[in-house]
């Protein structure tokens, strides 16, 4: 009676456990389901609810599950106002690992290109979102010269940044001249013929006569403006004294009379009658301007188009090229076969040009220390 017992209490048992069993994936389903909706509302209280620029509209809808945002502002924008908000007041928000209050403002400054923001939102139950915002600022575009310092001559007519094309006068006495250009803009590069300027300038040597001085500025977007300086500088005195003396020639009466002890030239008769032919005549010198041998007697490139035909005293050539030309070879021969050429500083005839802008290109001749002449070719890419 007490086995018949203990089997039945055993019975039951076992009934019990497998009705548990049976009853076991309904449980374990319900059990799913809450851990899903668990995560999903711990994903969402790990969102933004507001992502805004102050006074500057993104490029693509704010939504919340939308993690990669875009803007693009103008050089003058040095720095933007960020708005970011999550419904989740327990949530903590942080941008470029920096902390910030839920909902609040910051102001960020801007560098010139691409400004990247991550904000990062976690909920603190170990669930966290981010989002990428790319601000990009404009590159700056002012080309223009603020000033032009020279440290012998002035500048006719007076500086200004609009005007592009000036003289100089210098006497003899000064053989080189200092120019010291600024721009408006620190972000522009200028340069003097083809030398970078720095803060002291560039000394630029002068031959006699005139000479073209290039001052090119390159602002940051790549856009070009060429001031140029004619600069005259003048003869020596002597050279002026003889140029400025008109040549005097005497009649032998005015010898004679002159100078009294003097005896009056010979004259003597031919066969035909009333000819006379003087025996010697002063002598006139007049002397002559020096002549530059530092030139070109052509100038010829590989690719391109000049604006005007080449000729040894014209200095400044713009020279249109096909925008898929990446190189340019020139070929220049000098007037005078002892004349040294220079381009862009160096001996090298080929030159690589600047892509989808204005590349300037120097050509030095040079036929003694005071005799030097620039030429100078501005390579136009086609659109």
């Known amino acids: ?106 102001t960020y400054a801007l560098q010139t290109g691409e400004n990247k923001f991550i904000i990062s939102v976690n909920n603190g139950n170990g669930s966290s979102n981010s989002y990428t915002l790319t601000v990009t600022r404009e590159k700056n575009a002012n080309n223009f010269l ?74 940051e977007n790549g856009s070009m403006k060429i001031y140029t300086i004619h600069v005259t500088r003048e003869k020596p005195v002597e050279d002026k004294a003889v140029e400025d003396k008109p040549a005097e020639v005497k009649t032998p009466a005015e010898n004679q009379n002159n100078n009294p002890g003097s005896i009056q ?27 530059s041998k530092a030139l070109l007697s052509s100038l010829s490139v590989s690719e391109g188009t000049f604006d005007s035909a080449f000729t040894s005293n014209e200095f400044t050539y713009h020279v249109k090229v096909s925008s898929d030309v990446d190189e340019i070879t020139l070929e220049p021969i000098a007037k005078y076969s002892s004349a040294e050429i220079l381009i862009e500083g160096e001996t090298r005839k080929t030159i690589k040009l600047e892509s989808d802008k204005k590349t300037i290109i120097s050509v030095v001749v040079t036929y003694d220390d005071d005799d030097r002449k620039t030429y100078v070719l501005v390579f136009d890419k086609e659109s």
């Open 146 to 219: 603020q000033s032009i310092e020279l440290s012998k001559g002035e500048l006719s007519p007076k500086f200004s940044s609009d005007v592009n094309d000036y003289k100089v006068n210098v006497p003899n006495e000064v053989p080189a001249i200092t120019f010291k250009p600024t721009a408006i803009e620190a972000t522009s590069t200028i340069k003097v013929n083809s030398t970078i300027a720095g803060k002291d300038g560039v000394d630029v040597s002068l031959p006699v006569g005139q000479s073209n001085i290039m001052i090119t500025v390159t602002a």
């Open 265 to 291: 030239p010979n004259i003597k008769t031919n066969n035909r009658a009333n000819s006379t032919q003087p025996t010697s005549q002063q002598p006139s010198s007049i002397n002559t301007d020096k002549v």
């Open 1 to 106: 009676m007490k086995q018949l017992k203990s089997n039945k209490a055993l019975n039951v048992m076992i009934v019990i456990s497998l009705a548990w069993l049976g009853t076991g994936s309904p449980i374990t389903s319900a059990y799913a389901e809450t851990n899903t909706t668990t995560v999903q509302e711990n994903q969402l209280a790990s969102t933004l609810s507001k992502l805004e620029i102050e006074g500057i509209k993104l490029e693509q809808k704010f939504a919340a599950d939308l993690f990669e945002y875009t803007a693009t502002v103008g050089n003058e924008v040095q720095n933007i106002k960020l708005l970011v908000d999550s419904s989740n007041t327990d949530s903590s928000i942080t941008i470029n690992d920096q902390v910030i209050v839920n909902g609040s403002i910051g």
